[in-house]
């Protein structure tokens, strides 16, 4: 009977499944885990390992000089500081308005309400590129819909400055905030119509009923938006190096970092510079970089899963 049951078909389908999802996994952690532990390993390295043709993974002279090196040039400690507090707020205040236009698409329906809901759509899909120009051109002349040159005189320069991600933030025109938005709106409509009923017969106006009934219960769309909002601005180089060309983040830290190489290493001969040696401090600097990520989701994975289940986001 034993015997017959491993033959069966259905015992083989679920054998094979098993073993595709093995390679799948397995492919996945060696793409997402290589160049990490890559660069772990040239961090430790030192500079006569580059030229020795019997080390590969493990360094022969262990060292930290490179994450020295890194740490002084970019200035990491202030820009660690700096980083997390354009990230934190970002993140809050995104994830502040993207969860009151979700609820305001998933329950206040009004005139051209879906057409403004395929806006928000059409921000997902099109790239940012093609409106850069013009976000640009407004923030670097930015006149409030011409209040402030009536009151001042001129216009206000709003480059260098956070200014241009906390207006953004604040009326979900940030990063990825049309995809945040569509999450809210979503998790919304799956939330019993009569529990805001209940809460209208007991005298609740919408914006009661939105902070206490509603917010409660989307705990994890929240948590998968602000977990999401601040890996996405951590990690972004596109609106962080144009709008702060001369703040010390993350982004411009890692963009400018070459050049810095070359002034701080080879004391700004960019003839007698060394490449290999450059790009090992550089893989550092990356991995200085992404370290405080990796650290937040070893706290909070068991969470990010839950909330990313309970979504709908994965099938």
Not at 4 to 29: H, N
Not at 49 to 71: C, G
Not at 230 to 243: A, C, G, I, L, R
Not at 254 to 280: C, H, I, R, W
């Amino acid at each position: 009977m034993t015997i017959a049951r491993l033959l069966s078909p259905e015992s083989w389908k679920r054998w094979l499944w098993s073993l595709i999802r093995l390679v799948l996994i397995t492919g996945l952690s060696y793409v997402i885990l290589y160049p990490i532990l890559r660069k772990i390993s040239t961090a430790i390295k030192d500079k006569t390992d580059l030229y020795s043709p019997i080390v590969v993974w493990i360094p022969e002279h262990f060292t930290m000089d490179n994450f020295r090196q890194a740490i002084s040039i970019m200035d990491y400690w202030e820009t660690l500081v700096n980083t997390f507090a354009l990230a934190g707020t970002t993140t809050l205040l995104t994830a502040a308005s993207s969860a009151v236009a979700g609820y305001a698409f998933a329950r206040l329906k009004f005139r051209g309400s879906n057409l403004l809901f395929a806006g928000v759509v059409l921000t997902i899909l099109v790239p940012p590129t093609t409106i850069l120009i013009p976000i640009y051109m407004n923030l670097k002349d930015f006149s409030l819909m011409g209040l402030i040159p009536l009151l001042t005189g001129k216009t206000v320069n709003l480059l260098n400055t956070y200014w241009p991600f906390i207006l953004t933030s604040v009326t979900a025109n940030s990063l990825k905030a049309g995809l945040f938005i569509f999450i809210f709106r979503q998790f919304f409509r799956g939330i019993p119509r009569e529990i805001e009923e209940a809460a209208y017969i007991d005298g609740a106006g919408v914006g009661a009923t939105f902070a206490r009934i509603m917010l409660p219960n989307a705990v994890p769309a929240i948590v998968t938006v602000l977990l999401f909002s601040f890996v996405w601005q951590w990690n972004d180089s596109f609106f962080t190096t144009t709008y702060l060309t001369s703040s010390k983040v993350m982004s411009t830290q890692l963009a400018s970092l070459p050049y810095n190489l070359s002034f701080f290493l080879e004391g700004g001969v960019a003839t007698n510079k060394d490449p290999f040696y450059q790009s090992m401090v550089q893989d550092t600097g990356i991995l200085l970089a992404i370290l405080p990520l990796i650290i937040i989701y070893l706290f909070v994975q068991r969470y990010f899963v839950e909330s990313i289940e309970r979504t709908g986001l994965v099938g």
